[in-house]
């Protein structure tokens, strides 16, 4: 392909804001290459927290016959989906005015970001963290910064607060958090919040429905308070893009100032009210991963590996090796999170269906030679 030409009058290049030039791409590692030129085996697309089986079969249902009886794809999505906000309300347990619906819980905490942030602010998150919200807040102009604990598998609030000053406006805490696992309870969180009533506390609960603990009501008795969720996890919607925050009245309309309605496409909005509507057909499957959990822990007791079971639909196991053994375990089609950078040794094990996870633990198990295994 020949080299692109440039126009002899343009003799000067753009350059981007100030507030971007030092800021590194969100870089995600995908496992989606490897799986595509390997068609020939079973594979295990663990690396990334999704679901390993289907939505719901009532979402494709839903989806199918708004295709089939006079969709409207050349019209915008719906601004305000009453049936979506009302079922999500329902789901949460809170007033519709406390809901706002996103492209996706990413696009809530970059409109939490693009809210409530400015360059002499400061934002403040346990690490490691999930840190596509980092960048977010780095993208404002705002400092970011990171309390690392003497121990990242051991949650505690107490390093945060050491850091906290008057120009911090967000605390980020990823709940449970991703890689590590771990919870903040709603009574260390409203703590929190009442203790720094200039701060905005951040709850994201994207792995809510398998922690089955959360902070969404606590909208409702301080104003500081947002938490965020996604389907994209339990609910096997990550290809739609759908989300949604929960916060108090004043700070859902603080952010519709900045919200684009039109960012929530239809057969998303169809999809989100469809799997609401099955709540059984999750339930079944976060008692399938549950189970998952406890063959894993089986597994690694019985191998000598150790591993911390999480509050989240994966697993951590350390090993001598983890960036080899994720290689290894690759080629053999089971694609895992390399960790070891943030917690030395670890690999970040997603769980699915009992089923699925024996088969995963089988092929494991083919990989566990002395040089793998924890020193």
Not at 282 to 307: Q, T
Not at 309 to 321: C, E, P, Q
């Amino acid at each position: 392909m020949e080299a692109r030409k440039t126009h002899p009058l343009l003799t000067q290049s753009l350059e981007v804001s100030n507030r971007i030039k030092n800021l590194k791409p969100y870089d995600p590692v995908s496992s989606l290459d490897t799986i595509k030129q390997n068609p020939g085996i079973t594979h295990f697309k663990l690396d990334w927290n999704e679901t390993t089986v289907p939505p719901s079969p009532k979402v494709k249902e839903a989806l199918v016959a708004y295709l089939n009886n006079g969709s409207k794809l050349e019209w915008y999505p719906e601004m305000f989906h009453r049936k979506l906000f009302e079922h999500v309300a329902d789901y949460v347990g809170c007033d519709v005015s406390q809901v706002l619906v996103t492209n996706g819980s990413d696009d809530a905490l970059d409109l939490i970001c693009q809210s409530y942030l400015d360059p002499t602010d400061n934002v403040i998150s346990p690490v490691p963290t999930y840190n596509h919200f980092l960048q977010f807040a780095e993208r404002t102009g705002a400092e970011v910064v990171r309390v690392q604990g003497i121990n990242p598998l051991i949650p505690s609030l107490k390093d945060v607060c050491n850091v906290v000053n008057e120009n911090t406006k967000i605390i980020y805490l990823a709940n449970p958090n991703n890689p590590t696992g771990n919870l903040y309870s709603p009574a260390e969180v409203l703590q929190l919040a009442l203790k720094y009533p200039h701060c905005l506390i951040v709850s994201d609960e994207a792995y809510f429905e398998f922690a089955g603990i959360s902070c969404a009501k606590l909208a409702e008795e301080v104003d500081n308070i947002v938490t965020t969720r996604s389907f994209s996890k339990c609910f096997g919607l990550a290809g739609l893009r759908i989300g949604y925050l929960v916060a108090s009245t004043s700070v859902i309309e603080n952010m519709r100032r900045v919200h684009n309605p039109k960012s929530v496409n239809m057969l998303a909005q169809i999809a989100a009210i469809a799997a609401l509507e099955d709540l059984p057909y999750y339930k079944s499957y976060i008692r399938s991963v549950k189970r998952s959990a406890s063959l894993v822990e089986r597994f690694c007791k019985e191998h000598n590996l150790p591993c911390w079971s999480t509050y989240a639909n994966f697993i951590l196991i350390r090993f001598n090796d983890a960036t080899r053994m994720s290689k290894r375990l690759a080629e053999i089609g089971v694609h895992v999170r390399d960790r070891s950078k943030q917690i030395p040794g670890m690999l970040r094990l997603g769980l699915g269906t009992e089923e699925q996870t024996k088969e995963v633990l089988a092929r494991l198990e083919t990989l566990l030679d002395e040089d793998l295994l924890p020193a």
